[in-house]
Protein backbone atom coordinates (compact mmCIF):
# COMPACT_ATOMS: atom_id res chain seq x y z
CA UNK A 1 0.00 0.00 0.00
CA UNK A 2 2.50 2.36 0.74
CA UNK A 3 4.61 1.97 -2.75
CA UNK A 4 0.80 2.47 -4.65
CA UNK A 5 0.42 6.17 -2.66
CA UNK A 6 4.07 6.68 -3.73
CA UNK A 7 2.88 6.10 -7.57
CA UNK A 8 0.07 7.95 -6.98
CA UNK A 9 2.08 10.88 -5.77
CA UNK A 10 4.43 10.59 -8.89
CA UNK A 11 1.99 10.86 -11.17
CA UNK A 12 0.03 13.44 -9.74
CA UNK A 13 3.45 15.55 -9.53
CA UNK A 14 4.20 14.21 -12.92
CA UNK A 15 0.54 15.45 -14.17
CA UNK A 16 1.34 19.07 -12.74
CA UNK A 17 4.32 18.93 -14.80
CA UNK A 18 2.85 18.44 -17.86
CA UNK A 19 -0.30 21.42 -17.65
CA UNK A 20 2.65 23.94 -16.66
CA UNK A 21 4.31 22.90 -19.93
CA UNK A 22 1.29 23.69 -21.50
CA UNK A 23 0.68 26.76 -20.26
CA UNK A 24 4.33 27.69 -20.72
CA UNK A 25 3.91 26.41 -24.26
CA UNK A 26 0.68 28.36 -25.24
CA UNK A 27 2.09 31.66 -23.62
CA UNK A 28 3.88 33.87 -26.35
CA UNK A 29 6.67 35.44 -23.91
CA UNK A 30 5.99 32.62 -20.81
CA UNK A 31 5.54 33.46 -17.42
CA UNK A 32 6.58 36.81 -16.01
CA UNK A 33 8.67 36.77 -12.61
CA UNK A 34 8.38 40.12 -10.81
CA UNK A 35 8.30 41.79 -7.70
CA UNK A 36 5.39 43.75 -9.28
CA UNK A 37 1.51 43.12 -8.78
CA UNK A 38 0.74 41.57 -11.94
CA UNK A 39 -2.85 41.86 -11.17
CA UNK A 40 -3.50 44.82 -12.50
CA UNK A 41 -2.46 45.81 -16.03
CA UNK A 42 -0.07 48.28 -16.67
CA UNK A 43 -1.44 51.40 -17.37
CA UNK A 44 -1.62 53.47 -20.73
CA UNK A 45 0.00 56.61 -21.44
CA UNK A 46 -2.27 59.51 -20.53
CA UNK A 47 -4.02 61.28 -23.52
CA UNK A 48 -2.42 64.88 -23.96
CA UNK A 49 -5.09 67.19 -22.64
CA UNK A 50 -6.52 69.23 -25.23
CA UNK A 51 -5.44 73.05 -25.45
CA UNK A 52 -8.51 74.98 -24.17
CA UNK A 53 -10.37 76.82 -26.46
CA UNK A 54 -9.86 80.28 -27.09
CA UNK A 55 -11.19 83.35 -25.48
CA UNK A 56 -13.25 86.03 -27.21
CA UNK A 57 -11.96 87.80 -29.99
CA UNK A 58 -10.46 91.18 -27.73
CA UNK A 59 -8.97 88.32 -25.13
CA UNK A 60 -7.70 86.48 -28.20
CA UNK A 61 -6.08 89.66 -29.87
CA UNK A 62 -3.83 90.18 -26.01
CA UNK A 63 -3.06 86.84 -26.37
CA UNK A 64 -0.91 87.34 -29.48
CA UNK A 65 1.14 89.77 -27.54
CA UNK A 66 4.31 88.27 -25.81
CA UNK A 67 5.64 89.74 -22.40
CA UNK A 68 9.13 89.59 -21.31
CA UNK A 69 8.40 86.99 -18.86
CA UNK A 70 7.66 84.29 -21.92
CA UNK A 71 3.61 84.35 -21.40
CA UNK A 72 1.46 87.18 -22.95
CA UNK A 73 -0.75 90.20 -22.12
CA UNK A 74 -3.70 88.32 -21.40
CA UNK A 75 -2.15 85.54 -18.71
CA UNK A 76 -0.76 88.30 -17.21
CA UNK A 77 -3.65 90.42 -17.00
CA UNK A 78 -5.89 87.23 -16.63
CA UNK A 79 -3.17 86.53 -13.28
CA UNK A 80 -3.90 89.68 -11.77
CA UNK A 81 -7.97 89.29 -12.36
CA UNK A 82 -8.12 91.83 -14.69
CA UNK A 83 -10.37 91.27 -17.67
CA UNK A 84 -10.72 93.33 -20.60
CA UNK A 85 -14.11 92.61 -23.14
CA UNK A 86 -16.62 93.90 -25.16
CA UNK A 87 -19.61 93.84 -27.14
CA UNK A 88 -21.44 95.06 -30.16
CA UNK A 89 -25.63 95.14 -30.26
CA UNK A 90 -27.61 96.72 -33.29
CA UNK A 91 -31.07 96.21 -33.48
CA UNK A 92 -34.72 97.01 -35.41
CA UNK A 93 -38.08 97.59 -34.55
CA UNK A 94 -41.06 97.64 -36.15
CA UNK A 95 -44.21 99.73 -34.70
CA UNK A 96 -47.75 98.57 -36.61
CA UNK A 97 -49.39 101.29 -34.68
CA UNK A 98 -47.92 104.72 -34.98
CA UNK A 99 -47.01 107.39 -37.34
CA UNK A 100 -44.07 106.82 -39.65
CA UNK A 101 -41.24 109.23 -38.52
CA UNK A 102 -42.34 109.62 -34.97
CA UNK A 103 -41.18 107.89 -31.70
CA UNK A 104 -42.57 104.58 -30.18
CA UNK A 105 -43.91 106.31 -27.46
CA UNK A 106 -43.15 104.30 -23.79
CA UNK A 107 -39.59 103.55 -25.13
CA UNK A 108 -36.14 105.07 -24.60
CA UNK A 109 -33.43 102.67 -25.88
CA UNK A 110 -35.52 101.48 -28.85
CA UNK A 111 -37.78 104.81 -29.89
CA UNK A 112 -36.53 104.17 -33.53
CA UNK A 113 -37.26 107.43 -35.31
CA UNK A 114 -37.04 106.88 -38.25
CA UNK A 115 -38.02 103.54 -38.42
CA UNK A 116 -34.42 102.15 -39.17
CA UNK A 117 -31.92 100.01 -37.68
CA UNK A 118 -29.63 101.24 -35.06
CA UNK A 119 -26.93 100.55 -34.05
CA UNK A 120 -27.22 100.51 -30.08
CA UNK A 121 -24.12 99.99 -28.64
CA UNK A 122 -19.99 99.41 -29.02
CA UNK A 123 -19.08 98.53 -25.55
CA UNK A 124 -15.89 97.92 -23.97
CA UNK A 125 -14.39 97.90 -20.39
CA UNK A 126 -11.73 96.70 -18.81
CA UNK A 127 -12.21 95.32 -15.19
CA UNK A 128 -10.54 94.15 -12.09
CA UNK A 129 -12.92 91.78 -9.78
CA UNK A 130 -12.23 91.10 -6.16
CA UNK A 131 -12.95 87.86 -5.18
CA UNK A 132 -13.72 87.55 -1.60
CA UNK A 133 -13.38 83.85 -1.32
CA UNK A 134 -9.81 84.09 -2.97
CA UNK A 135 -7.41 82.36 -1.32
CA UNK A 136 -4.00 85.10 -1.66
CA UNK A 137 -6.52 87.97 -0.82
CA UNK A 138 -7.52 86.70 2.54
CA UNK A 139 -3.63 85.71 2.87
CA UNK A 140 -2.48 89.49 2.10
CA UNK A 141 -5.43 91.33 3.59
CA UNK A 142 -6.28 93.60 0.80
CA UNK A 143 -6.85 94.41 -2.68
CA UNK A 144 -8.14 97.04 -4.95
CA UNK A 145 -10.01 96.50 -8.18
CA UNK A 146 -12.33 98.69 -10.32
CA UNK A 147 -13.52 99.13 -13.79
CA UNK A 148 -14.20 101.47 -16.43
CA UNK A 149 -16.44 101.30 -19.31
CA UNK A 150 -17.05 103.23 -22.36
CA UNK A 151 -19.71 102.54 -24.86
CA UNK A 152 -20.66 104.05 -28.34
CA UNK A 153 -24.21 104.27 -30.05
CA UNK A 154 -27.35 105.45 -29.72
CA UNK A 155 -28.13 104.30 -26.07
CA UNK A 156 -25.70 106.55 -25.00
CA UNK A 157 -27.92 109.58 -25.36
CA UNK A 158 -30.20 108.26 -22.93
CA UNK A 159 -27.93 107.13 -19.95
CA UNK A 160 -25.87 110.76 -19.98
CA UNK A 161 -25.83 111.55 -16.35
CA UNK A 162 -25.73 115.21 -15.67
CA UNK A 163 -22.71 116.39 -16.08
CA UNK A 164 -21.65 113.72 -18.67
CA UNK A 165 -23.61 114.96 -21.45
CA UNK A 166 -21.01 115.65 -24.06
CA UNK A 167 -23.32 116.47 -26.95
CA UNK A 168 -25.47 119.84 -26.88
CA UNK A 169 -29.52 119.80 -27.06
CA UNK A 170 -32.10 116.98 -27.57
CA UNK A 171 -33.35 118.32 -31.12
CA UNK A 172 -33.25 115.22 -32.77
CA UNK A 173 -35.80 113.61 -32.31
CA UNK A 174 -37.93 116.96 -32.47
CA UNK A 175 -37.15 118.70 -35.71
CA UNK A 176 -34.28 116.33 -37.39
CA UNK A 177 -30.49 115.83 -37.00
CA UNK A 178 -28.44 118.42 -34.92
CA UNK A 179 -25.48 118.74 -36.42
CA UNK A 180 -24.03 119.13 -32.73
CA UNK A 181 -26.20 115.99 -31.43
CA UNK A 182 -24.80 112.99 -33.77
CA UNK A 183 -27.47 110.17 -33.48
CA UNK A 184 -24.55 107.82 -32.39
CA UNK A 185 -22.55 109.46 -28.94
CA UNK A 186 -19.75 108.27 -26.95
CA UNK A 187 -20.61 107.73 -23.26
CA UNK A 188 -18.27 107.16 -19.65
CA UNK A 189 -21.06 104.15 -18.67
CA UNK A 190 -18.91 103.11 -15.52
CA UNK A 191 -15.68 104.35 -13.95
CA UNK A 192 -14.63 103.68 -10.09
CA UNK A 193 -12.21 102.26 -8.12
CA UNK A 194 -12.67 99.49 -5.62
CA UNK A 195 -11.03 98.98 -2.15
CA UNK A 196 -11.27 95.87 0.04
CA UNK A 197 -9.93 93.40 3.08
CA UNK A 198 -11.35 90.12 4.02
CA UNK A 199 -13.42 89.74 7.53
CA UNK A 200 -14.22 86.77 9.49
CA UNK A 201 -13.32 83.42 8.05
CA UNK A 202 -15.05 83.73 4.58
CA UNK A 203 -16.85 87.59 4.15
CA UNK A 204 -14.99 90.95 3.82
CA UNK A 205 -15.39 94.95 2.92
CA UNK A 206 -15.15 96.53 0.28
CA UNK A 207 -16.05 100.64 -0.89
CA UNK A 208 -16.43 101.83 -4.21
CA UNK A 209 -15.61 105.13 -5.55
CA UNK A 210 -17.08 106.62 -8.68
CA UNK A 211 -19.43 106.23 -11.21
CA UNK A 212 -20.98 102.87 -11.71
CA UNK A 213 -24.54 101.66 -12.67
CA UNK A 214 -27.50 101.20 -10.36
CA UNK A 215 -28.09 98.36 -8.31
CA UNK A 216 -32.17 98.88 -9.11
CA UNK A 217 -33.28 97.04 -11.62
CA UNK A 218 -33.57 93.49 -12.40
CA UNK A 219 -32.73 94.66 -16.31
CA UNK A 220 -29.29 96.33 -17.19
CA UNK A 221 -27.91 98.88 -19.25
CA UNK A 222 -25.85 96.24 -20.96
CA UNK A 223 -27.94 93.99 -23.22
CA UNK A 224 -26.03 90.82 -22.36
CA UNK A 225 -27.33 90.01 -19.37
CA UNK A 226 -31.06 90.82 -20.43
CA UNK A 227 -33.90 88.31 -21.94
CA UNK A 228 -35.37 90.69 -24.12
CA UNK A 229 -34.06 93.64 -26.25
CA UNK A 230 -36.87 96.09 -25.50
CA UNK A 231 -36.57 97.57 -21.85
CA UNK A 232 -39.74 97.32 -19.42
CA UNK A 233 -41.55 101.05 -18.71
CA UNK A 234 -40.12 100.40 -14.90
CA UNK A 235 -36.65 100.32 -16.63
CA UNK A 236 -37.29 103.00 -18.80
CA UNK A 237 -39.02 105.27 -16.34
CA UNK A 238 -39.23 103.83 -12.87
CA UNK A 239 -35.64 103.80 -11.63
CA UNK A 240 -32.19 105.49 -12.15
CA UNK A 241 -29.34 104.75 -14.59
CA UNK A 242 -26.33 105.32 -13.13
CA UNK A 243 -24.77 106.93 -9.67
CA UNK A 244 -21.73 108.31 -8.95
CA UNK A 245 -20.27 108.43 -5.20
CA UNK A 246 -19.46 106.57 -2.21
CA UNK A 247 -20.96 103.20 -1.41
CA UNK A 248 -19.67 100.43 1.48
CA UNK A 249 -20.88 96.69 0.93
CA UNK A 250 -20.22 94.11 4.15
CA UNK A 251 -19.96 90.73 3.43
CA UNK A 252 -20.45 88.75 6.66
CA UNK A 253 -20.73 85.64 4.60
CA UNK A 254 -21.54 84.41 1.39
CA UNK A 255 -25.07 84.01 2.38
CA UNK A 256 -25.83 88.02 2.53
CA UNK A 257 -24.26 91.34 1.25
CA UNK A 258 -25.41 94.40 3.36
CA UNK A 259 -24.45 98.01 1.54
CA UNK A 260 -24.80 101.67 1.56
CA UNK A 261 -23.79 104.94 1.17
CA UNK A 262 -23.70 108.27 -0.50
CA UNK A 263 -24.65 109.03 -4.35
CA UNK A 264 -25.42 112.34 -6.08
CA UNK A 265 -28.65 111.38 -6.86
CA UNK A 266 -30.16 109.81 -10.27
CA UNK A 267 -27.94 109.87 -12.83
CA UNK A 268 -25.98 113.02 -11.90
CA UNK A 269 -22.08 113.25 -11.59
CA UNK A 270 -20.33 116.79 -11.77
CA UNK A 271 -23.67 119.03 -12.03
CA UNK A 272 -25.96 119.50 -8.81
CA UNK A 273 -30.01 119.76 -9.25
CA UNK A 274 -30.02 121.40 -5.74
CA UNK A 275 -28.19 122.62 -2.98
CA UNK A 276 -27.91 119.25 -1.46
CA UNK A 277 -27.26 116.80 -4.21
CA UNK A 278 -26.48 114.14 -1.45
CA UNK A 279 -28.83 110.73 -1.44
CA UNK A 280 -28.61 107.64 0.32
CA UNK A 281 -28.31 104.34 -1.46
CA UNK A 282 -28.46 100.90 0.29
CA UNK A 283 -30.20 97.46 0.44
CA UNK A 284 -29.51 93.85 1.10
CA UNK A 285 -28.69 91.09 -1.40
CA UNK A 286 -29.36 87.31 -0.07
CA UNK A 287 -27.94 84.03 -1.31
CA UNK A 288 -28.46 81.46 0.55
CA UNK A 289 -26.43 78.63 0.90
CA UNK A 290 -28.78 76.50 3.03
CA UNK A 291 -30.32 73.34 0.53
CA UNK A 292 -33.75 73.94 1.42
CA UNK A 293 -33.70 77.62 -0.68
CA UNK A 294 -31.34 76.61 -3.36
CA UNK A 295 -31.80 78.45 -5.98
CA UNK A 296 -33.34 81.79 -4.63
CA UNK A 297 -31.97 84.95 -4.32
CA UNK A 298 -33.36 88.16 -3.10
CA UNK A 299 -32.52 91.83 -3.29
CA UNK A 300 -33.89 94.84 -1.37
CA UNK A 301 -32.92 98.33 -2.84
CA UNK A 302 -33.40 101.56 -1.54
CA UNK A 303 -32.77 105.77 -2.33
CA UNK A 304 -33.65 108.61 -0.50
CA UNK A 305 -32.64 111.78 -1.68
CA UNK A 306 -33.99 115.08 -2.96
CA UNK A 307 -33.93 115.39 -6.63
CA UNK A 308 -36.70 118.21 -7.23
CA UNK A 309 -34.42 121.29 -8.85
CA UNK A 310 -38.04 123.05 -10.30
CA UNK A 311 -40.14 123.91 -6.92
CA UNK A 312 -41.44 126.36 -6.94
CA UNK A 313 -39.72 127.43 -10.34
CA UNK A 314 -36.89 126.80 -12.46
CA UNK A 315 -34.36 127.88 -9.91
CA UNK A 316 -32.29 124.95 -8.18
CA UNK A 317 -32.56 125.10 -4.78
CA UNK A 318 -35.62 122.58 -3.32
CA UNK A 319 -34.18 120.55 -0.60
CA UNK A 320 -37.44 119.53 1.18
CA UNK A 321 -39.43 117.53 -1.15
CA UNK A 322 -37.46 114.24 -1.10
CA UNK A 323 -37.36 111.46 -3.73
CA UNK A 324 -37.45 107.88 -2.57
CA UNK A 325 -37.69 104.39 -4.20
CA UNK A 326 -38.26 100.84 -2.84
CA UNK A 327 -37.48 97.95 -4.84
CA UNK A 328 -38.28 93.87 -4.27
CA UNK A 329 -36.48 91.13 -6.30
CA UNK A 330 -36.46 87.44 -6.16
CA UNK A 331 -35.65 85.32 -8.29
CA UNK A 332 -35.84 81.80 -8.57
CA UNK A 333 -33.69 78.36 -10.43
CA UNK A 334 -34.93 75.01 -9.37
CA UNK A 335 -32.83 73.44 -8.19
CA UNK A 336 -34.58 69.75 -10.36
CA UNK A 337 -35.67 71.90 -13.18
CA UNK A 338 -32.50 74.30 -13.63
CA UNK A 339 -33.71 75.08 -16.98
CA UNK A 340 -36.68 77.46 -15.80
CA UNK A 341 -35.70 80.58 -14.23
CA UNK A 342 -38.60 82.93 -12.51
CA UNK A 343 -38.20 86.51 -11.91
CA UNK A 344 -40.10 89.06 -9.85
CA UNK A 345 -39.17 92.96 -9.35
CA UNK A 346 -41.45 95.06 -7.54
CA UNK A 347 -41.31 98.99 -6.89
CA UNK A 348 -42.46 101.24 -5.32
CA UNK A 349 -41.49 105.43 -5.71
CA UNK A 350 -42.58 108.67 -4.18
CA UNK A 351 -41.65 111.84 -4.99
CA UNK A 352 -42.69 114.84 -2.92
CA UNK A 353 -42.92 117.41 -5.54
CA UNK A 354 -44.09 115.15 -8.23
CA UNK A 355 -47.33 116.99 -9.03
CA UNK A 356 -47.31 121.07 -9.74
CA UNK A 357 -50.62 122.69 -8.45
CA UNK A 358 -51.95 125.51 -10.36
CA UNK A 359 -54.40 128.06 -9.91
CA UNK A 360 -57.66 128.87 -12.00
CA UNK A 361 -55.91 131.03 -14.27
CA UNK A 362 -53.43 128.57 -15.16
CA UNK A 363 -50.24 130.27 -12.79
CA UNK A 364 -47.98 127.61 -10.62
CA UNK A 365 -48.98 127.91 -7.37
CA UNK A 366 -47.15 124.91 -5.78
CA UNK A 367 -46.80 121.43 -5.64
CA UNK A 368 -47.85 118.11 -4.23
CA UNK A 369 -46.32 114.57 -3.72
CA UNK A 370 -46.99 111.90 -6.23
CA UNK A 371 -46.17 107.94 -6.48
CA UNK A 372 -45.75 105.38 -8.90
CA UNK A 373 -45.60 101.52 -9.19
CA UNK A 374 -44.86 98.59 -10.84
CA UNK A 375 -44.78 94.35 -10.96
CA UNK A 376 -42.97 92.92 -13.35
CA UNK A 377 -42.49 89.15 -13.94
CA UNK A 378 -40.10 87.10 -16.19
CA UNK A 379 -40.18 83.52 -16.94
CA UNK A 380 -37.08 82.01 -19.06
CA UNK A 381 -37.19 78.13 -19.99
CA UNK A 382 -34.01 77.18 -21.96
CA UNK A 383 -34.61 74.30 -24.99
CA UNK A 384 -31.09 73.30 -25.58
CA UNK A 385 -28.23 75.14 -26.11
CA UNK A 386 -29.51 76.90 -29.31
CA UNK A 387 -32.64 78.44 -27.93
CA UNK A 388 -33.74 80.35 -24.55
CA UNK A 389 -37.50 81.09 -24.68
CA UNK A 390 -38.24 83.96 -22.75
CA UNK A 391 -41.55 85.92 -21.40
CA UNK A 392 -42.36 89.15 -19.49
CA UNK A 393 -45.89 90.64 -18.09
CA UNK A 394 -45.71 93.71 -16.57
CA UNK A 395 -48.03 96.74 -14.77
CA UNK A 396 -46.63 100.22 -14.40
CA UNK A 397 -48.76 102.73 -12.52
CA UNK A 398 -47.86 106.32 -13.42
CA UNK A 399 -49.41 108.68 -10.87
CA UNK A 400 -50.47 112.52 -12.25
CA UNK A 401 -47.99 111.07 -15.53
CA UNK A 402 -45.20 112.67 -13.61
CA UNK A 403 -42.21 109.57 -15.04
CA UNK A 404 -43.41 108.80 -18.29
CA UNK A 405 -45.44 111.90 -19.97
CA UNK A 406 -47.01 111.12 -22.76
CA UNK A 407 -49.13 112.53 -25.55
CA UNK A 408 -52.42 113.04 -23.35
CA UNK A 409 -55.31 114.26 -24.76
CA UNK A 410 -55.27 118.05 -24.26
CA UNK A 411 -56.82 119.03 -20.58
CA UNK A 412 -55.96 116.13 -19.58
CA UNK A 413 -51.58 117.13 -18.29
CA UNK A 414 -51.26 115.27 -15.22
CA UNK A 415 -53.39 113.12 -14.88
CA UNK A 416 -52.42 108.97 -13.96
CA UNK A 417 -51.85 106.46 -16.21
CA UNK A 418 -51.65 102.78 -15.92
CA UNK A 419 -49.55 100.86 -18.36
CA UNK A 420 -49.07 97.26 -19.16
CA UNK A 421 -46.85 95.52 -21.44
CA UNK A 422 -46.50 91.47 -22.72
CA UNK A 423 -43.69 90.33 -24.34
CA UNK A 424 -42.59 86.88 -26.07
CA UNK A 425 -39.33 85.94 -27.44
CA UNK A 426 -36.51 84.16 -27.24
CA UNK A 427 -32.42 84.28 -27.43
CA UNK A 428 -30.83 82.20 -29.68
CA UNK A 429 -27.73 80.96 -30.29
CA UNK A 430 -27.09 79.74 -33.61
CA UNK A 431 -23.71 78.35 -33.50
CA UNK A 432 -23.16 77.15 -29.35
CA UNK A 433 -20.21 74.86 -30.56
CA UNK A 434 -18.42 77.02 -32.70
CA UNK A 435 -15.41 78.53 -31.41
CA UNK A 436 -15.97 82.10 -32.78
CA UNK A 437 -19.90 81.70 -33.57
CA UNK A 438 -20.72 80.84 -29.78
CA UNK A 439 -20.64 84.62 -29.00
CA UNK A 440 -23.25 85.52 -31.75
CA UNK A 441 -26.95 85.91 -30.24
CA UNK A 442 -29.95 86.88 -31.39
CA UNK A 443 -33.27 87.60 -29.92
CA UNK A 444 -36.29 88.27 -31.91
CA UNK A 445 -39.25 89.58 -30.08
CA UNK A 446 -42.91 90.72 -30.12
CA UNK A 447 -44.50 93.04 -27.84
CA UNK A 448 -48.23 94.64 -26.96
CA UNK A 449 -48.24 97.80 -24.73
CA UNK A 450 -51.69 98.67 -23.10
CA UNK A 451 -52.70 101.93 -20.97
CA UNK A 452 -56.17 102.99 -19.70
CA UNK A 453 -55.39 106.42 -21.72
CA UNK A 454 -54.85 106.61 -25.14
CA UNK A 455 -51.28 108.18 -25.24
CA UNK A 456 -49.80 105.63 -27.85
CA UNK A 457 -50.10 107.31 -31.36
CA UNK A 458 -51.66 105.78 -34.33
CA UNK A 459 -53.56 107.52 -37.39
CA UNK A 460 -53.01 109.47 -40.03
CA UNK A 461 -53.96 112.50 -37.40
CA UNK A 462 -52.04 111.37 -34.81
CA UNK A 463 -49.00 113.06 -33.49
CA UNK A 464 -46.47 113.57 -30.58
CA UNK A 465 -48.31 116.79 -29.61
CA UNK A 466 -52.21 115.86 -31.15
CA UNK A 467 -53.72 113.79 -27.70
CA UNK A 468 -54.89 111.55 -30.92
CA UNK A 469 -53.96 108.24 -30.43
CA UNK A 470 -54.67 105.00 -29.58
CA UNK A 471 -55.03 102.52 -25.98
CA UNK A 472 -52.69 99.99 -27.71
CA UNK A 473 -49.31 99.39 -29.47
CA UNK A 474 -47.85 96.05 -30.93
CA UNK A 475 -43.94 95.80 -32.01
CA UNK A 476 -41.90 93.23 -33.47
CA UNK A 477 -38.35 93.82 -32.60
CA UNK A 478 -34.95 91.85 -33.33
CA UNK A 479 -31.61 92.96 -31.89
CA UNK A 480 -27.94 90.87 -32.94
CA UNK A 481 -25.03 90.99 -29.90
CA UNK A 482 -21.70 90.04 -30.89
CA UNK A 483 -19.49 89.77 -27.82
CA UNK A 484 -15.68 89.75 -28.26
Known amino acids: MPQLKKVRSAVAMAAMLVSASAVWATSPQGPTVSLDDTTTATAAAPAPTPPPPPPPLLSYGLEQIPTGNGSNLYQDMSNLNIVVSGFIEAGYTANFDHVAGTNNFGRIFDAENGNHIQLDQVDVSIAKAINFSDAGFRKRGWDIGGRVEVLYGMDADVIHSNGLDFYHGNSY?????????????????????????????????????????????????????????????????????????????????????FFGGAVLGWNQTFKATNNSPWGFLGGVNWTPQEAAFSGLTGTLNYYLGANDPNYPSSSYGDNKHYRSLTEVILAYTPPKATQWTFTSDSIWGYDGAGKTDYSAGGTPIGVSSTNWYA?????????????????????????NSFTVGGDLPAGTSGVSVNYGEFTIGATITPFPNSTWGKYLKLRPELREDVADKAVFQGGAAAGVSSGVGKKYQTTAAMDVIYSF
Open 375 to 399: EEGVVSYTLNSYVTVNGRAEWYYDG
Open 173 to 257: YASGQNPYKPINQFDVDQAYVSLAMPLFDTGGVKVRLGKFVTPFGDETINPTTNPFYSHSFEFNYGIPLTHTGAVAYFSPNADWT
